[in-house]
């Protein structure tokens, strides 16, 4: 028998160890590994948020043993502030550490250039290029470095310690900054340096392909929502390392319900424990979950992890009248999204399908009620600094952008399933048209 930290099996924070899963067979892994093994390449890695693509490339990295140096992009940085907060994350001293626990590899003379630090690295660059003679020290090559910093600051240390350069979080990097990043960016190439940029969209590879020196440089992997049978992998592996049993109903339950992320499997599963009041799990307890545990979780999962979309979807539900309408087309538009099949878009005619499911206690709203809503939600948004809808007219589809939002909205207030609910209206319309129908018998 053994125990268990629950938070150790199933991880909504950092790395999993046990719950990792390499999908699509290890596809996204062997793309990126491939990439950064080709010197000079740009390894582009875009995707919907929380769909694991910080997990991966910190995988992919530590099996080749190396350590990422990151940035983290905001609005507000400058080309400047990109390289700086790049050298800033430089630690000489962990290298050291690093290599003699065997975590990465060095080389005899690396090894012997890393106790002399930034002093190390300003004899790399050269005085000349630095603009100061004579005896220097480690902090004032530092101080000189971070005044104007630069890719030829960076690429020494991207060349010689094992480093590997990841730009996060690239989509929000204002379009200047974006473009004089990727102007710059050949001298990485030119150099022989691989690094990677993460980004939410695929408008990186535009940008990228802008600059022609970097046609034919670029290695995209576009890493989409997963796959259920890649979810189930998740909760499978965490439950058998514990012991617990499932069956393929709850485990296909828990995956299909986790819209494509598997941040949310991870916390659902979690979750069942926490519940049960249980943070560490004993294998000899022989625990086991039903279907309302499942949905219990969900739930919890999605008012505590997700809770950030409460105040939003208040917004989005109110529109732009404060005041009370006849039709409530803005909630029921996000409502039509709890309904069977799970659905990140809906084209016109399955909108009005499912607001013709909907309980009759939602009077539904006119053809032309529904039209002005779906062309109000852009400027709704865009009033109120919200990205999570969008309507195409040009499409006639209305697509939910972030897969968190959509598991909030199916699980925020349900307290029994989905599919239940509907079986039980069902059931409950049936009794009463059995009852009619047996008194206008008598």
């Not at 490339?57 to 790049?86: F, H, Q």
């Not at 030829?152 to 350069?165: A, D, F, G, T, W």
């Not at 979309?309 to 539900?317: A, E, G, M, S, V």
Request: charged share 25%; with cysteine.
């Amino acid at each position: 028998m053994a125990k268990y930290i629950i938070s150790d099996i199933f991880k909504t924070i950092g790395t999993p160890r046990v719950t990792y899963v390499k999908r699509n067979e290890g596809e996204f892994e062997f793309e990126l590994t491939n990439g950064l093994s080709i010197p000079g390449t740009l390894c582009l890695l875009t995707g919907p948020s929380k769909t694991g693509k910080t997990t991966l490339y910190k995988k992919v990295i530590s099996e080749l043993k190396k350590i990422p140096l990151t940035i983290r992009c905001n609005d507000e940085m400058t080309i400047e502030d990109v390289w700086r907060n790049a050298l800033e994350e430089v630690n000489f001293d962990r290298i050291t550490k690093q290599a003699e626990s065997g975590q990465i590899e060095l080389s005899s003379q690396v090894k012997t250039g890393m106790s002399a630090g930034w002093e190390w690295l300003g004899k790399i660059i050269g005085e000349i290029s630095l603009g100061i003679k004579g005896t220097y020290s480690s902090e004032t090559v530092r101080e000189k470095i971070l005044s104007t910093p630069s890719p030829k600051h960076l690429i020494p240390i991207l060349k010689e310690l094992p480093y590997v350069l990841v730009v996060e979080d690239f989509h929000y990097l204002n379009d200047t900054t974006k473009k004089s990043v990727f102007q710059q960016w050949k001298d990485f190439t030119d150099s022989e340096v691989a690094t990677i940029i993460v980004g939410t969209a695929h408008h990186a590879v535009d940008l990228a392909l802008s600059n022609k020196d970097l046609v034919g440089r670029i290695s995209h992997t576009e890493v989409g929502t997963w796959e259920v049978n890649d979810l189930k992998k998740i909760v499978k592996q965490g439950l058998d390392e514990l012991k617990v049993n499932i069956s393929e109903p709850q485990c296909q339950y828990i995956a299909s319900e986790s819209v494509g992320l598997p941040l949310i499997t991870q916390g659902i599963c979690a979750r069942l424990f926490l519940d049960k009041k249980i943070t560490t799990y004993d294998t000899k307890d022989k625990m086991t979950f039903v279907k309302s545990d499942i949905e219990t979780a969900m739930t919890n999962v999605a008012n505590q992890n997700f809770n950030v979309f409460k105040d939003i979807y208040q917004i989005l539900i109110t529109g732009f009248r404060k005041g009370a309408r006849k039709y409530n087309t803005y909630e029921l538009l996000l409502l039509i999204f709890t309904l069977d099949p799970v659905s990140f878009k809906l084209v016109r005619s399955e909108i009005d399908s499912r607001l013709d499911k909907l309980d009759s206690k939602f009077e539904k709203p006119p053809f032309a009620s529904v039209n002005s809503t779906l062309g109000s939600i852009g400027k709704l948004q865009k009033k109120n600094g919200i990205e999570l809808l969008e309507w195409s007219n040009k499409q006639g589809c209305l697509y939910i952008l972030e897969p968190s939002f959509l598991f909030y909205l199916r699980w925020k207030d349900i307290n029994v399933g989905i599919t239940e609910k509907a079986d039980l209206l069902a059931k409950i319309y049936e009794i009463i048209s059995s009852d009619i129908s047996i008194k206008i018998k008598e």
